[in-house]
T-cell receptor, first 113, second 115 residues
């Protein structure tokens, strides 16, 4: 769910478990979505993207699912490792002339060894 | 190594003292942008540039200026910083005129404190 105040939603998992991080996007016209990973003290790092003409895309250990009906995006991480501990957030962009993405506030993933 | 660099990484200044945060990318990217990141608010775009001498406002441009005289550099200028500009700033770049339709590469961030 959405965070209140300064606190991010947090997902705690055990090493080796699968993780699912959710994102509710705001604009039904958005046509391009990206998941980013941000480790402490570093800039956001691209993980995976998906365009609105797809509902699923897979990477090496990650899968992004897009449900346009309910404006929902999820990131699945298989066999989560301690190095996956970070803040994950999604970004959406709309078609046309605007190049301004809208970023979610993020979810903190904590992986326990 | 392909990267986006920012300087300084940390800066403490006082209200009203002009400052510049530099950003440089070595990937020949056409699109560059600046973001600020504040707790609970996520990343918000300040300014972006689609090419040399082409800049435009993002969501939160007030109190900031940018310039794009060369393709690789995109400095962020605070003419008269105020405490509400205390934040973590990120520069980003991506290739091509598609802008954010392709992934952006982010710099390591600049943490600014305005007293």
């Amino acid at each position: 769910g959405e965070s209140v105040g300064l606190h991010l939603p947090t997902l705690s998992v055990q090493e080796g478990d699968n993780s699912i991080i959710n994102c509710a996007y705001s604009n039904s016209a958005s046509d391009y979505f990206i998941w980013y990973k941000q480790e402490s003290g570093k800039g956001p790092q691209f993980i995976i993207d998906i365009r609105s003409n797809m509902d699923k895309r897979q990477g090496q250990r990650v899968t992004v699912l897009l449900n346009k009906t309910v404006k929902h995006l999820s990131l699945q991480i298989a066999a989560t490792q301690p190095g996956d501990s970070a803040v994950y957030f999604c970004a959406e962009t709309v078609p046309g002339g605007s190049y301004i993405p809208t970023f979610g506030r993020g979810t903190s993933l904590i992986v326990h060894p | 190594e392909a990267q986006v660099t920012q300087n300084p990484r940390y800066l403490i200044t006082v209200t009203g003292k002009k400052l510049t945060v530099t950003c440089s990318q070595n990937m020949n990217h056409e699109y560059m942008s600046w973001y600020r990141q504040d707790p609970g608010l996520g990343l918000r775009q300040i300014y972006y540039s689609m090419n040399v001498e082409v800049t435009d406002k993002g969501d939160v441009p007030e109190g900031y200026k940018v310039s794009r005289k060369e393709k690789r550099n995109f400095p962020l200028i605070l003419e008269s910083p105020s405490p509400n500009q205390t934040s973590l700033y990120f520069c980003a770049s991506s290739r091509g005129l598609a802008g954010v339709k392709e992934t952006q590469y982010f710099g390591p961030g600049t943490r600014l404190l305005v007293l």
